[in-house]
């Protein structure tokens, strides 16, 4: 378990400041008036080590928040690690693109003129129903994840109801006229 968050910083007046890595983090943002929502890429802002900083002082909170749950994480071995893992979860993994630089973006020319946008895997366990209502199921398993244009693809028109033929009136069913 972390038993400190903080780190020493010194400021530009000399005087020293104790600071966790996301206060630092958060303050560089503030001071570059630069947002940091949700989904915000803060890449840039982030120092070397302060991502295992800050992996530490989320891995002490959420110890904290296991205890306010009244969770025994020192004896049971369910909990024991489970600060760190959810802690990694979160940096590694559920918001990693807020401290990894963007990939570059590859544009390719739409020599066929699409203009819809059709999205490809990664779509282990995705079921594709084949034809439609109860239809058997097939299933699609892909590690490759391919984006291109694409036309929307059309539903099939409906198909008109099935009319039934009446018989004239003072005609009986089933029978022939003249015999």
């Given amino acids: 378990m972390i038993t400190s968050l903080a780190t020493p910083v010194f400021r530009n007046e000399g005087a020293t400041t104790t600071l966790t890595a996301s206060g630092r983090?958060?303050?560089?943002l503030r001071e570059a008036g630069h947002r940091f929502?949700?989904?915000d890429n803060i890449a840039a802002f982030l120092r070397a080590g302060e991502l295992d900083e800050l992996r530490g002082e989320v891995e002490a909170r959420m110890h904290e928040v296991?205890?306010?749950?009244v969770i025994d994480t020192a004896r049971d071995h369910n909990?024991?690690?489970?600060?760190?893992?959810?802690?990694k979860m979160f940096i590694d993994e559920v918001f990693r693109g807020r401290y990894e630089e963007p990939p570059e973006v590859?544009?390719?020319p739409n020599a066929a003129r699409l203009n819809g946008l059709m999205i490809v895997g990664p779509t282990i366990g995705t079921p594709i129903p084949r034809?439609?209502?109860?239809?058997?199921?097939r299933w699609r398993s892909s590690l490759k994840m391919i984006a291109s244009l694409a036309p929307a693809p059309r539903?099939?028109?409906?198909?008109?109801?099935a009319r039934r033929r009446r018989a004239p009136p003072g005609c009986a069913a089933g029978r022939r006229s003249g015999s």
């Fill in 25 to 28: 983090i958060r303050q560089r």
């Fill in 37 to 39: 929502h949700a989904n």
């Fill in 66 to 69: 296991l205890r306010a749950l």
């Fill in 79 to 87: 909990t024991v690690e489970t600060a760190r893992r959810v802690a």
């Fill in 106 to 108: 590859t544009s390719f």
């Fill in 131 to 137: 034809g439609g209502g109860s239809a058997p199921i």
């Fill in 155 to 161: 539903p099939p028109a409906p198909a008109p109801p």
